[in-house]
């Protein structure tokens, strides 16, 4: 039997604002196999963005669970998710957040590390080499076109060969052909290492080269497998 990666049971989110209780997410449920791809999608406000926050941990859900590789991770307390997250989790954010005091090479080595891996420095070049980015190696990110600065961004969050990888518009702050480059750099990567990938976007040919979407309207989920789809 295969493991779920992610499981989300009955998440909700509500929060009070100035007219009482704004519910944000109503009931969500799915779970995410390994080497999956998934857009989740929707318009502007409808709760993507915390959905993906609650998937990473960083913000808690109101009712319900998520299990990170069979882990609960609301059963634990705020350093044990970091830990989880070091662990299993790789992030790509639609503004890069590279440390502008590191070069590109110590970029990537942070996250290794943080783990205490001992041949971050070794690792770290191999990733750069393979996002093309060989040559940058002592560069720091303002000198890095927008590109340039996502594939590190890119290098960062697989170096640590992640379960799951979340990202958040990650072509968001890219001109369209640089964004294409990206995403194929993404796709490629996500293929080789066997990751589950998940990310937020607008675009629609982007999420249609997922092979499903979590389309969140109002705060309720409709999950739907391309391969289901008349051609």
Known sequence: MVQNILEVDHV???????DGVLTILHD??????ARESVAIVGASGSGKSTLLSIL????????????????????LDEDGRAALRG???GFVFQSFQLLA???????VMLPLELRGERDARAQARQMLERVGLGQRLSHYPRVLSGGEQQRVALAR????????????????SLDYATGEQVMALMFELNRELGTTLVMVTHDQGIAARCERQLKI???HLQDITMADLPA
């Open 56 to 75: 990473a941990g960083l913000d808690t859900p109101s009712e319900g669970t998520v299990r990170l590789r069979g882990q609960d991770m609301f059963a």
């Open 87 to 89: 662990a299993h989790l």
């Open 101 to 107: 005091h590191l070069t590109a090479l110590e970029n």
């Open 157 to 172: 969050a697989f170096v640590q060969q992640p379960a799951l990888l979340l990202a958040d518009e990650p072509t968001g």
């Open 12 to 18: 909700s989110k509500s929060v009070q604002d100035a």
């Open 28 to 33: 969500i449920n799915f779970q995410l196999q």
């Open 217 to 219: 309207s109002a705060g």
